[in-house]
């Protein structure tokens, strides 16, 4: 996949590269595999995430679905998730994950998700791991309470079908519009609005004052564009969940994430 938005994820490489020499974690590895096990110490462990796990309310989630995973990223103890499809496995020591070519999902995940562990463990971000439950539902009513609150009854689009935040949203805001990548969620009605595909982002940001984008768009290489397009069209972008905690911190874009830990 081509990285659009190889600029910015060069600006974060290099803050991620001062990270890792003023902290002295350049010698540091990272052990990537499938399977549940025990890092050894300064190590960074990624394992994938059971779905069980989130005990999630539906089978609308992709997750659930089992279309993207969870890896888990542990660093010195400090936990983050990432969403990925395509999951990971092997070791690297962290003065490698920096030189990793960010053109694929694989590597994408592997690099942000250090990001995320690391900065989890030096203090720099919080709210890295993914909520459980029924969390997702009072998540999604916080999120519309917030957008009304914050913007009043603006034209909003959600970039990721995330089925509470978009019936949440769509239950709010008179126009309101959804896009999604998997094509088993195009056509999904939602309130008064149709689940679109992700090719109508960009003539949806024409239209809209708020773009709420899933933190996913930073592993498959889609939120660059949409960020940049939204600076310049002055469309206000949030982004959500766990997966770009690390990124927008390094570049102060508005994130939102309620209830994970």
């Not at 003023?22 to 960074?44: P, Q, R, W």
């Not at 997750?63 to 990223?73: F, L, N, P, W």
């Amino acid at each position: 996949m081509i990285n659009v938005g190889s600029g910015l994820d060069e600006v974060i490489r290099k803050y991620f590269m001062n990270l890792i020499s003023k902290h002295g974690l350049g010698s540091e590895y990272i052990t990537a595999k499938a399977s549940s096990g025990t890092a050894g110490s300064g190590a960074v462990e990624f394992k994938i995430v059971p779905p069980e796990w989130f005990e999630l309310p539906s089978r609308e989630y992709a997750i659930a679905r089992g279309k993207e995973v969870i890896m888990e990223c542990v660093f010195r103890g400090a936990k983050a998730h990432v969403f990925t499809a395509s999951s990971f496995s092997g070791s690297l020591m962290l003065k490698d994950v920096l030189e990793l070519d960010l053109n694929t999902i694989s590597n994408r995940a592997l690099f942000y998700g250090s990001l995320n562990a690391v900065m989890r463990y030096l203090g720099l971000i919080d709210k890295t791991i993914h909520c459980r439950g029924r969390e997702p539902l009072r998540c999604a009513e916080s999120l519309a309470d917030e957008v009304v609150s914050k913007y009043g009854d603006v034209p909003a689009l959600l970039v990721g079908y995330q089925p509470a935040m978009a019936k949440a949203l769509a239950g709010v805001l008179k126009n309101f519009y959804v896009t999604d990548m998997n094509p088993d969620n195009i056509g999904k009605k939602v309130g008064n609005s149709v689940v679109l595909s992700h090719t109508e982002n960009f003539r949806l940001l024409k239209k809209v004052k708020v773009a709420l984008v899933t933190g996913s768009a930073l592993v498959n290489s889609t939120l660059w564009p949409l960020y940049s397009e939204a600076r310049r069209l002055g469309v206000e972008l949030i982004v959500y969940g766990v997966t770009a905690a690390g990124a927008t911190k390094v570049l102060n874009i508005n994130r939102y994430c309620r209830f994970g830990t």
